[in-house]
């Protein structure tokens, strides 16, 4: 059974500053790891994701996230917030041997202040 | 239909009473999904859909939970007797049913028992 835990619920930074919102996962098989996206009265929407190959995966609007199977985490971070990046964000975990079932950790609030 | 359309968006309803909460997936996805997302609990895992058959129902809170889904196309997820522990927003998700695909969400059914 795969289980994911994201250390913060809540990351208040101010615009333009760095941010990294923590992701570990647990699983006794290979995974393919996600980040989704919950903007203020929106549904949940892919941010990145990683399948295999290069272990640093990067959005459009500038976020990344980095694999790393010895410490098992999937970090997500961006050098410069914006305001329009409050949102809460989710990091998912599925098998690839396990069909598609999916499991989202319970979620980091980013809040973004001038 | 363009995206995944669930309803109700909003549902209140009476403890004890039976609710029945929809969800139509985007044309041609075979797998389709479904979670709970309550305040500060993240998104909890319910069950999920490959074609008609649900190879995992491990996450239904309870024998009150069940869900079907017909012609490999709309679910319903039935919570009967309510209580009012079910007050949450329920989503839905689809996908192309590719281990590496993307969930897409719906807009949710906000479940409110009295």
């Known amino acids: 059974a795969q289980s994911v835990t994201q250390l913060d619920s809540q990351v208040p930074v101010f615009e333009e500053a760095p941010v990294e919102l923590r992701c570990n996962y647990s699983?006794?098989?290979?995974?393919?790891l996600f980040w989704y996206v919950q903007y203020p009265n929106q549904g949940l929407q892919l941010l990145l994701k990683?399948?295999?190959?290069?272990?640093l995966v990067e959005s459009i609007n500038g976020f990344e996230a980095e694999f790393n199977k010895s410490q098992t985490s999937f970090h997500l971070r961006k050098p410069s917030v914006h305001i329009s990046d409050t949102a809460e964000y989710f990091c998912?975990?599925?098998?690839?041997?396990?069909?598609?079932?999916?499991?989202f950790g319970a979620g980091t609030r980013l809040f973004v202040k001038a | 239909g363009a995206g995944v359309s669930q309803s109700p968006s909003n549902k209140v309803t009476e403890k004890g009473k039976d609710v029945e909460l929809r969800c139509d997936p985007i044309?041609?996805?075979?797998?389709l999904y479904w979670y709970r997302q309550s305040l500060g609990q993240g998104l909890e895992f319910l069950i999920y859909?490959?074609?008609?058959?649900?190879?995992?129902k491990s996450g239904l809170p309870s024998d009150r939970f069940s869900a079907e889904r017909t012609g490999g196309s709309v679910s319903t997820l039935t919570i009967q007797r309510t209580q009012q522990e079910d007050s949450a927003v329920y989503l839905c998700?689809?996908?192309?049913?590719?281990?590496?695909?993307?969930?897409?969400f719906g807009e949710g059914s906000r479940l409110t028992v009295l």
């Open positions: 699983s006794s098989v290979s995974v393919y």
């Open positions: 990683y399948l295999s190959g290069s272990t």
């Open positions: 859909f490959q074609g008609n058959s649900a190879p995992d």
């Open positions: 998700a689809s996908s192309r049913g590719q281990n590496t695909g993307e969930l897409f």
């Open positions: 998912a975990v599925r098998s690839l041997t396990g069909g598609f079932k999916t499991i």
């Open positions: 044309s041609g996805h075979t797998a």
